[in-house]
């Protein structure tokens, strides 16, 4: 047996083996869409929810101006 078979017998798929395991750890972190970070400005439109609107007598939301101040709890020290 040659030194290209051994290592084509014993190196390679246990390489391979490793890129695998390395591709199926990584590949759903990589794929999720990128998370809110506290302090990041929040790209949504405020909602706002409640399970009766015409009990809760709630203004009209369609004048809310959104000022483009950041999100998150936070403070100074």
Known sequence: ???LQ????Y???AVGL???IA????APRMARRPRYRVGQPWPHEPMWWTANPQ???LPS???LV???ERGGARGNW
Not at 6 to 9: F, G, P, S, V
Not at 23 to 26: K, Q
């Open 55 to 57: 009990g809760a007598q």
């Open 66 to 68: 959104v000022t483009g």
């Open 23 to 26: 591709l199926l750890v990584v």
């Open 11 to 13: 190196v390679v798929p």
């Open 61 to 63: 939301v369609e004048g």
């Open 18 to 20: 490793y890129l695998l």
């Open 1 to 3: 047996m040659s030194v």
């Open 6 to 9: 051994t290592i084509l017998i």
